[in-house]
């Protein structure tokens, strides 16, 4: 095979027009990994912030991977690549409405806060399975001149977007003084 006959491919390649299939699952990965990845460092970092003490639900917060990743582990043969992904995400939607209507159900009730850490584990669990199986199903979605390009193009737009979650909410208490 010559040099001409082969054709390198380039980064840009997921996102031509002329190829519709990987321009549609580009943009469902991107979507995928950026929602997932917002969603688990919002709930990582919002650890501290649970009521109770702070290095507790730190430590359980970060113990709640390892739950996730023997999920991984588990689910993704068993049940499919997507269902191992729609059932965190969906984990964690119903989570974080819980943890809102628990909250704001009874602030100073201390049932009502080992309700609100109990649910924001499950989200923690849920958060890391989502990211974990997002990762090994876009591997799995491109052929494999393309498989590196789309993760590397993926982490790459969700730390952009986590680094603009970060701006966003330093400035949020400062904007809402001036309202």
């Known amino acids: 095979m010559c040099q001409d006959e082969r054709r390198l491919s380039s980064f840009?390649?997921?996102?031509?027009a002329s190829s519709p299939s990987y321009l549609r699952r580009t943009s469902v990965v991107l979507l995928v990994w950026s929602s997932s990845v917002f969603a688990y460092y919002a709930v990582a970092l919002s650890s501290t912030s649970l009521s109770g003490d702070p290095l507790l639900n730190f430590c359980l917060s970060s113990l709640a991977d390892v739950p996730s990743s023997l999920y991984v582990l588990?689910?993704?043969?068993?049940?499919?690549?997507?269902?191992?992904?729609?059932?965190?995400?969906?984990?964690?939607?119903?989570?974080?409405?819980?943890?809102?209507?628990?909250?704001?159900?009874?602030?100073?009730?201390?049932?009502?806060s080992g309700a609100v850490l109990a649910l924001f584990l499950l989200g923690k669990f849920s958060s890391s399975a989502a990211v974990n199986v997002a990762w090994l199903y876009t591997g799995e979605l491109y052929p494999t001149?393309?498989?590196?390009?789309?993760?590397?193009?993926?982490?790459?737009?969700?730390?952009?977007?986590?680094?603009?979650?970060?701006?966003?909410?330093?400035?949020?208490?400062?904007?809402?003084?001036?309202?």
Do not use: E
Not at 12 to 16: A, G, M, P, S, T
Not at 87 to 106: E, N, T
Not at 157 to 177: E, G, P, Q, R, W
């Open 145 to 179: 001149n393309l498989r590196a390009q789309a993760i590397a193009c993926c982490s790459l737009v969700t730390d952009d977007n986590i680094y603009i979650y970060f701006f966003c909410s330093m400035f949020h208490k400062k904007t809402l003084a001036f309202l």
């Open 74 to 112: 588990a689910s993704v043969d068993l049940v499919g690549r997507r269902a191992a992904l729609a059932l965190p995400l969906l984990l964690l939607s119903s989570c974080c409405l819980a943890m809102i209507s628990a909250s704001s159900w009874a602030s100073s009730s201390s049932s009502s």
């Open 12 to 16: 840009w390649d997921l996102f031509r």
